[in-house]
């Protein structure tokens, strides 16, 4: 599969050393190239130089010792070179100047550390490429193509949308940033805790694709879930005093241990309590519990990432459904509907109760809620409470729920599991 940051690169067997090379070095030279030139645009279009040249040069020369300086110089020496034409200007002959120097100076010392709070220019990127002037929609899309290293072809593949559709999202984020005169900088003060939490949006929406996919006939997208992991590792890893990024870290690993598991050899969906735990993958349930203990270190209050990683964690330390903490699951959603109250939440909330006190408690919850707007389409609303009338013996009004959740689903093989459902006949009696 072809994975270059820019479309229309051809790949060939001799080329994959400068893919697995790219794919790791491209948001590191994005974002020094937009440090140097002020526009996420033009350092895109210089990176790419550098690959082209790369993919002219390597495959004769061998790849460099250091492959990533290699790009960044090549990448550099073209940044420079459009400075040095003058395409700047159009600013006062003094003020040219002078950010003529202070840009190569930066160019002079690309591998020193920069001066800010938390200071990285990959940081830089990614505050960028989920800057809130931009739409979710145009957000996602710019940080899978700066910062995910996808193409346009796989952006669109993941979010099952066109190509073209993509092409022109990337295309205005990138003019609403110029003209919105955006800074390249990490935000200060009270703008950080709200730009910071558009940065974790972004990647959570892009791991949620993934781990349960909108659309389409497949029921996970791994390969979203590993860019979403990958983002968020670097953050945690940019911001590391913040418990947030880590309980956003901890939840994606913790839920990303089950992918394996989620699916069944034939594609089907398994619900968690269903799901073969010999298959979750233990390492990654290691990392997710390690960074929600660096969370919680912090010393700083439980937000709904780190509330939500630790209702993940129950889960992943039962070996077994039945050894689930329920009640402490319940408590924890409690917490977070107080933190952050939404219908969604409160439907998960209902899931929890009726685990630890019946369904009964859980459909008194759901039933408080179905009234909602923000739940009118959703298809896990009849879903789940079809699962309690069917646990409470209401089988004729279950299969009904099911029917419309299947209805409602853009899913197929999440349709399927719910027309299923609703086929099932009522469990034996003794």
């Known amino acids: 599969m072809n994975r270059w940051g820019t479309d229309g690169v051809t790949h060939s067997p001799a080329h994959g050393a400068i893919d697995a090379v790219w794919r790791i070095e491209a948001p590191r030279v994005i974002a020094r190239l937009a440090r140097m030139v002020g526009d996420v645009g033009l350092a895109e279009d210089f990176a790419h130089d550098a ?48 950010a003529m120097q202070e840009r190569e100076d930066v160019a002079s010392a690309l591998d020193e550390a920069i001066d800010d709070e938390i200071g990285d220019d990959l940081l830089r990127l990614i505050f960028i490429a989920c800057h809130p002037v931009l739409s979710v929609e145009a957000r996602v899309a710019l940080t899978l193509r700066l910062l995910g290293g996808l193409t346009t072809e796989e952006i669109a593949r993941g979010f099952l949308t066109t190509v073209p559709a993509v092409q022109q999202r990337i295309v205005r984020a990138k003019r609403t940033l110029a003209a919105a005169h955006v800074p390249f900088e990490v935000p200060r003060g009270a703008e950080l805790a709200s730009r910071l939490a558009s940065v974790l949006e972004v990647i959570y929406l892009i791991f949620n694709e993934g781990y349960s996919a909108t659309a389409g006939d497949d029921w996970v997208r791994p390969a979203l879930c590993e860019d979403a992991l990958r983002l968020g590792r670097i953050v945690a890893e940019l911001a590391p005093d913040n418990a947030e990024v880590h309980g956003l870290a901890a939840l994606m690993e913790i839920q990303a241990s089950r992918l394996r598991a989620r699916v069944s050899p034939t594609g089907e969906p398994v619900l968690l309590l269903d799901q073969d735990r010999s298959r979750w993958d233990r390492i990654l349930i290691g990392r997710g519990l390690a960074a929600l203990d660096r969370a919680v270190r912090t010393g700083s209050a439980l937000g709904p990432y780190t509330l939500q990683a630790a209702i993940a964690a129950c889960h992943a330390r039962a070996l077994v459904p039945e050894d689930t903490e329920w009640t402490r699951i319940t408590a924890l959603y409690d917490a977070l509907a107080q933190l952050a109250p939404s219908p969604v939440v409160e439907l998960n909330r209902a899931v929890a109760y009726a685990m630890a006190f019946g369904p009964a408690e859980g459909l008194a919850i759901v039933d408080a809620i179905a009234g909602d707007p923000a739940l009118a389409g959703y298809h896990l609303l009849p879903s789940v409470r079809g699962d309690f009338l069917f646990k409470l013996g209401r089988f004729a009004e279950a299969r009904a729920e099911f029917e419309r959740a299947a209805s409602l689903t853009a899913n197929a093989r999440e349709r399927s599991m719910l027309m299923a459902r609703a086929a099932a006949p009522p469990p034996a009696r003794d």
């Not at 040069?57 to 960044?72: E, I, T, Y």
């Open 51 to 98: 690959l082209v040249a790369a993919l002219e040069q390597w495959p004769a020369s061998g790849v460099p010792d250091n492959p990533g300086a290699w790009l960044m110089a090549a990448g550099k020496r073209r940044a420079i070179d459009h400075l040095r034409r003058g395409e700047m200007l159009d600013r006062k002959h003094d003020e040219w100047k002078i």
